[in-house]
């Protein structure tokens, strides 16, 4: 069984063994890719996934490398774009990013400051309560997304009751 995944015009595929890697401009997006009955080829315009087995698991783990390498051509080609909200009723939270990781101070009147890190190659920008994660490797942008907004536990407060938080308005992907 055969898969192909167009590669547009542009953006430049290469596979080292392990790690499917796309490119475009300086820009580059690289991926885990890596199964024993799996064979990977790329060419000029597009990346063919391959395997002898008629095994249903492996024909599902080609379909899974097919949208992973369509994740990463949309990517490149337009950012994955997070926004998430800060939401306070009592205690003013002041939002921030700092050393490669977004802070949260006065969450819930807490005097220590609450943190994420920011993953590499994501961009997040702060203006005010509102907070984007953009990037181009989908993966890394939903996981410093998630980050971020795990920040906002509350522990063992009832969720009705105490609405304080970070959370995920909209995801454009």
Do not use: C, W
Request: glycine share 6%; net charge negative; hydrophobic share 30%.
């Amino acid at each position: 069984m055969n898969i192909q995944t167009e590669i547009p015009e542009g953006i430049e595929a290469s596979y080292d063994g392990s790690e499917l890697h796309l490119s475009e401009g300086s820009e580059t997006v690289t991926k885990k890719m890596d199964h024993a009955l799996v064979d990977v080829e790329t060419s000029e315009d597009n990346v063919t996934f391959s395997t002898d087995s008629d095994k249903k698991d492996v024909k599902s783990i080609l379909k899974t490398f097919r949208s992973h390498t369509e994740n990463m051509v949309e990517g490149l080609e337009d950012e994955h774009v997070y926004r998430l909200k800060g939401v306070y009723a009592h205690f003013p939270m002041d939002i921030k990013t700092e050393d490669g990781s977004l802070k949260v101070e006065n969450f819930m009147g807490e005097r220590n400051p609450r943190e994420a890190e920011i993953m590499e190659d994501v961009e997040v920008e702060v203006d005010g309560e509102d907070v984007t994660v953009r990037g181009s490797d989908k993966e890394k942008v939903a996981q410093t997304a998630a980050r971020i907004e795990s920040l906002s536990e509350k522990g063992n407060r009832d969720p009705r009751t105490f609405q304080d938080g970070i959370y995920i308005t909209e995801a454009e992907e």
